[in-house]
Every structure is written in structure tokens, then in C-alpha cells.
């Protein structure tokens, strides 16, 4: 039997999650959104994974790819060369986030076919 198909389509971002403070602050750096999260757990439950986005043409954005590929996904994200990747961030229990490339996703970056089972 073959492995279902998961097709997440959505936010990809860069999370970073800060706790403490001053010189004593711990800082976590991960691969983070609702499409990219979806599709790794996708995978690591053992489907056959895509994640379809938007991310910048810039560190965070490539980090990000390279995490999703290590997480056993395929990545098919469109690269936005003038808007930075998004990115949450955490800090004691204060949330930020900076939409980036996910603003500016729209149906055009869509594969010309979408196959799934889920």
C-alpha cells in the first residue's frame, strides 16, 4: 500500500523563541508556520509530505527550506526577492509576528495541479 499523500499550503515562517533575560536570555531558532508544522508531522507519521508557500530571498528563507527537506518534506516554495521570510517571535510570553513573503502568497504560486489524500 502505498503512503498517503499530505498537501499543506500556507504560512511558512521562522520561529524564534526567546525566554529570560538580559545576558542570562536563552534563544531557540526553528522552522515554524502552519503549513511547514502540518506537513513535518505529516511526515514524521510517515506520509509522503509537500508543503506549498512563499518565503524571502534571504537567510531565514533558506534555513527554512533546508529544515523542511531535513523534516522529510517537499518543499515547493516560491521565493519572494523583495519581502524578508516571516517570522514569530516568542519573548517571555509576548508574541510578535511579521507576515513577510506569506502576505504577499496568492493563488498564482499554486502548483497547476494539486494532488493529495489529505
Request: proline fraction near 6%; glycine fraction near 12%; aromatic fraction near 6%.
Amino acid at each position: 500500500m502505498p503512503f498517503p499523500r499530505f498537501l499543506a499550503v500556507g504560512d511558512l515562517m521562522l520561529d524564534v523563541l526567546v525566554s529570560g533575560r538580559g545576558h542570562e536570555a536563552r534563544a531557540r531558532v526553528a522552522p515554524g508556520g502552519s503549513a511547514a508544522i502540518a506537513a513535518a508531522w505529516a511526515a514524521r507519521a510517515g506520509a509522503e509530505a509537500i508543503v506549498v508557500g512563499r518565503a524571502g530571498d534571504d537567510l531565514a528563507g533558506r534555513a527554512l527550506r533546508e529544515a523542511i527537506e531535513r523534516a522529510g518534506v517537499r518543499p515547493q516554495i516560491s521565493v519572494d526577492g523583495e519581502t524578508p521570510t516571516g517570522t514569530f517571535v516568542l519573548v517571555e510570553g509576548e508574541i510578535y509576528a511579521a507576515q513577510g513573503a506569506n502576505a504577499h502568497f496568492s493563488p498564482e504560486y499554486l502548483p497547476n495541479r494539486l494532488r493529495a489524500d489529505a
